[in-house]
Each structure stands twice: as C-alpha cells, then as structure tokens.
C-alpha cells in the first residue's frame, strides 16, 4: 500500500484514541475530534509533500486559544499533547498495519512528529512570554492607578484639612489674647491647642509637599545659597534638643561649603532638616551627629553620619517610600525628636525629591540595625555645583538633546 492508503487506514483508530486519551468529558471529546482529524489531514498533506509547515496553522491556533487547556481539562500543555500524538501513532501503526508497513508509515511520520514537537515549544514559549507580558503590564497599570489614587487623596486630603486647621489657629490665638490678662490656666490650654495645631500643621503642608513631589509640580526658587550658612541656620535650631539629649552635633567646615552655589535655599533647608530630624531620632541620647562634605567635580556631597541604631539593608532604599516606618510603630514615643519617635513617614522621601528636583541624589549607608551596638549610618546628599542661576534646558538644547527631564526644569518652567 502506499503511504496514502496506510494514512488513511489508521486515521479513524488514531482520532478516537487521541480523543478519548487527551479529553476527559463527552462534551468536549466531540470537539477534540474535529481539531484532531483537522491535525491528521495536515499531517498527511505534510508527509506526502514532505514539507512539515503544513501542520504549523493547527499548532499556532491551538497554543493561542484556550484548546489546549480546555482538550486535556488542565492536565496537557501542546508539547505534550504532540509527544502522546506521536506516541499513539506507534501503538495504533503497531496494530493496524503489517511490521514492514508500520516501519515505513513510522519513519516518515516520526520526522513531522520532531518538527511538530519543537514548533509546538517554540508556540508554547512565545505565547506564555506574551500571557506574561500582558500580566505584568495589566498589574503595572492597577499599581499606577493605585499610586495615582493615593497621589489624589494626599492631595485632597491635605488641602482639606488646611482651612479648617487655620480657624483653629486663629480663633485659639485670639482667644489667647482676650484671656492672657484674667485665667491663666485657660492660656496654657489653649497654648496646648495652638502647639497641636502646629504640628498638625506640619503634617499637612509635608502632604501636601509629597503630593507636588508626586505630580512634578514641586517649585523651585533658584537663589544664591552657601551651603556653610545652611548648616548654621541647622545647628542654631537644633543645638537645643541635641543639648537636651545630651547629643553631640559637630559641622565640619569642608571644601565648597564657602562656595556661592544657586539652588532654592528653602527647599535645600528642608531636606537637610529632614535628614538630620532623622538622625537625632534614631540616634540614643549621649551619642554623636557629625555634618561633613566635599567638593567633587561638578557637585557637592553633604554627608550625615550618626551613631544611631543602623538601618537593615533591606530597609535602606523603603526609607525614602512615602508613609515608610522602621521597627514598630507602637513602640515609638509621639516626639519628632525624641529616641524613636513617631511621625507620618515623609521626612525622607521629600527630602529625597526636592534633591533630585535639584538634579541630586540622595542615599544611604549602614552596616544594619542593632539598638545594642549602634552601628550608625550615613547620609549622602549630592547638590549640582551650580554657579549661575540659569535654566538647565538652555545647555541641554545646544547639546542637541530635545527631551527636558522633569528634574532639571527651571522655576519657569514648572507648572
């Protein structure tokens, strides 16, 4: 017989066993049986032209819709449906045909079979890298659009809270006034309410910051700064908790730190506070804060170093995450100075995007954490060594770059 006639001999046996091997119910072995004499056909067209390509259409159609889940109920993947296949094309060659016919029906299937097997991998391959691909890119765009939710809402929230805080402040105060003459109790409580306020006050205008950080829409007013008198202004405000907590704060006068550089000094002044609150918080009473830096080409390195409780590795890059906290937070006092104390987790990460708005950078090292042997860490803070007050964009135009980052944008340029 030739090779037609041996193809045609064995199909029907082929087709129902395939069928009731691979699918589990009646209902769907019916359909099963129409893909599998579909496979068979092109398998015959395969080997009498002796150009396997002509199984690839029913291969690319079954690794691109659910037939291959569905036809084996879960248990079969379409590497595996070819491999039984091939397997029960022996077994039925073996029953229905002569040795010499199975040997001559087998050798020329068998190559099919081999080339069927490595596209169906190849098919199986680029559809799960695809299937991926869209499950990376579907949960990336919920986490943007959490990201962007929580964005509104500190937003909202925080302009929210700002009206009705400035009534308190007022209405408190000028109560204050009216009775600082007559009770003085009353004026220590209302001292109390106005000291709430302020740190409520604090709060909100940190959210509202981490919200413009958030949207690119933070303002810088690029001014003439030196970086020496920052750091006193720094010390001048806080030498009286580091005294009470018998903390040594030391500034190093360090190359650059004279230098006339231009940046927003109110801005440069809230991350360095940011960053050095953090440490005094983390640092146990009786221990050292020392300020240093150096001149590098093309920036300033400001460094913080305390003889703190050490952040873990793991926790190095979370700290400048919004809302991020060290430890428990039931164990922290509700201080923004004090050892451990609490707050909402914002210091870090606007400090970190208000450096970056400056085209800096911002990080950290530590050996870990350990409150016993107190390892430290140290704060690096990198500032452009801007000499003129001039917009970044002009430079990168005649560089012949076109696309602006958000960071470099010029107080003219922000929205």
Avoid at 152 to 172: D, M, Q, R
Avoid at 193 to 208: A, F, K, P, S, Y
Avoid at 221 to 248: S, V
Wanted: hydrophobic fraction near 40%; glycine fraction near 8%; proline fraction near 4%.
């Amino acid at each position: 017989m030739n090779i037609q006639t041996l193809l045609e001999t064995i199909q029907d046996a082929w087709v129902h066993r395939v069928t009731h091997d691979l699918a589990r119910g009646a209902g769907v072995r019916e359909n099963v049986k129409k893909e599998l004499s579909r496979f068979f056909n092109l398998l015959e067209q395969a080997v009498l032209t002796g150009d396997p390509s002509w199984i690839d259409p029913v291969l690319f159609d079954w690794s691109r819709t659910p037939t291959e889940s569905d036809l084996a109920d879960g248990q079969y993947s379409l590497s595996t449906m070819v491999s039984r296949a091939n397997a029960i094309t022996f077994e039925v060659a073996k029953e229905r045909l002569s040795p010499e016919e199975s040997l001559e029906l087998l050798s020329l299937t068998s190559a099919i079979f081999s080339y069927a097997l490595s596209k169906a991998a190849q098919y199986e391959f680029d559809t799960r890298i695809s299937h991926a691909t869209n499950e990376l890119r579907s949960a990336q765009e919920k986490m943007e659009k959490l990201d962007r939710s929580k964005s509104n809402f500190i937003s909202v929230a925080a302009h929210e809270l700002k009206t009705p805080l400035t009534l308190i402040e007022g209405y408190s105060g000028m109560m204050k006034d009216i009775l600082a003459v007559d009770n003085k109790n009353t004026v220590q409580l209302l001292e109390g309410i106005q000291n709430g306020v302020t740190r409520l006050h604090e709060i909100v205008d940190d959210m509202i910051d981490v919200s413009l950080i958030d949207n690119s829409l933070l303002l810088l007013n690029f001014q003439p700064l030196w970086l020496g008198q920052i750091l006193g202004l720094l010390q001048g405000e806080l030498q009286y908790i580091c005294d009470t907590r018998k903390l040594n704060l030391e500034i190093a006068s360090f190359k650059g730190s004279e230098q006339q550089i231009f940046a927003d000094p109110e801005r440069i002044y809230q991350a360095l506070r940011n960053v050095l609150t953090n440490a005094i918080k983390f640092t146990p009473d009786g221990g050292k804060i020392t300020i240093d830096g150096r001149k590098m080409p093309g920036f300033l390195e400001i460094t913080v170093t305390d003889t703190g409780i050490g952040i873990s590795l793991e926790d190095q890059m979370g700290i400048f995450d919004k809302f991020s906290q060290l430890g428990e937070t039931s164990k922290h006092s509700s201080s923004k100075t004090n050892f451990k104390g609490g707050g909402p987790g914002l210091g870090l990460p606007i400090a970190r995007g208000i450096i970056e708005a400056h085209g800096g950078n911002i990080w950290v090292e530590s050996e870990g954490c350990d409150e016993i042997i107190c390892p430290g860490a140290t704060f690096h803070i990198l500032l452009p060594d801007r000499s003129e007050a001039t917009d970044p964009n002009v430079a990168r135009l005649f560089n012949g770059e076109t696309h602006p980052t958000t960071n470099d944008l010029s107080p003219q340029d922000e929205v």
